[in-house]
């Protein structure tokens, strides 16, 4: 019972401090590295768990690092674990510049299907960018992958 309120208390107080303060930005890139010198198409993945690393409504997380010169061909996600916290919130991938740029709004309760970017997705990053997962709530309890289908551009 005591761990139910305490997930309760940490639930109010993430939604008063994202109600309050500006989007938050979070670095939870960990997965693939793109190798020196590759010259073929590689798949980079990433996973955010909520429950090792809770976030606010609307935060910028940090899931793939793309190195500078390099096409992003398509983007996958899906939730793993599904999140709890608040209900049925929705979830987007896309970049720095555009949080929703590879996919729109999927349903974070949804486990079983895989949110995919449109095939013409191909993008062009002259400097180094993230893919990103931005949450409609705040987050707590699920898991979300990403992959990424990268090539070089020489």
């Given at each position: 019972?005591k761990?139910k309120?305490?997930i309760g208390l940490f639930?109010v107080?993430?939604?008063?401090?994202g109600?309050v303060?500006a989007?938050?930005?979070?670095?939870?890139?960990s997965?693939?590295a793109v190798?020196a010198?590759l010259?073929?198409?590689?798949?980079?993945k990433?996973t955010?768990n909520y429950?090792?690393?809770?976030?606010t409504?609307?935060?910028?997380?940090k899931?793939?690092?793309?190195?500078?010169?390099?096409i992003?061909?398509?983007?996958?996600?899906k939730m793993?674990?599904?999140?709890?916290?608040?209900?049925a919130?929705?979830?987007?991938?896309?970049?720095?510049?555009?949080?929703?740029?590879?996919?729109?709004a999927?349903l974070?309760?949804?486990?079983t299907?895989l949110?995919?970017?449109a095939i013409s997705?191909n993008?062009l990053?002259s400097?180094?960018?993230?893919?990103?997962v931005?949450?409609s709530t705040v987050?707590?309890?699920?898991t979300v992958e990403?992959q990424?289908?990268?090539?070089?551009?020489?």
């Open positions: 019972m761990t309120k305490l639930v107080v993430a939604l008063v401090c109600s303060f989007t938050d930005t979070n670095d939870f890139t997965g693939t190798p010198g010259g073929t198409p590689v798949i980079l990433g955010l429950s090792v690393n809770p976030v409504a609307s935060s910028v997380n899931v793939i690092a793309i190195p500078a010169g390099y992003v061909q398509a983007v996958a996600a793993t674990t599904k999140e709890s916290t608040l209900g919130g929705t979830f987007t991938t896309g970049d720095i510049d555009a949080p929703t740029r590879y996919t729109t999927a974070m309760t949804n486990t299907t949110t995919v970017s997705s993008k990053y400097s180094a960018e993230y893919i990103v931005v949450p987050c707590a309890t699920g990403v990424a289908s990268v090539i070089p551009f020489k």
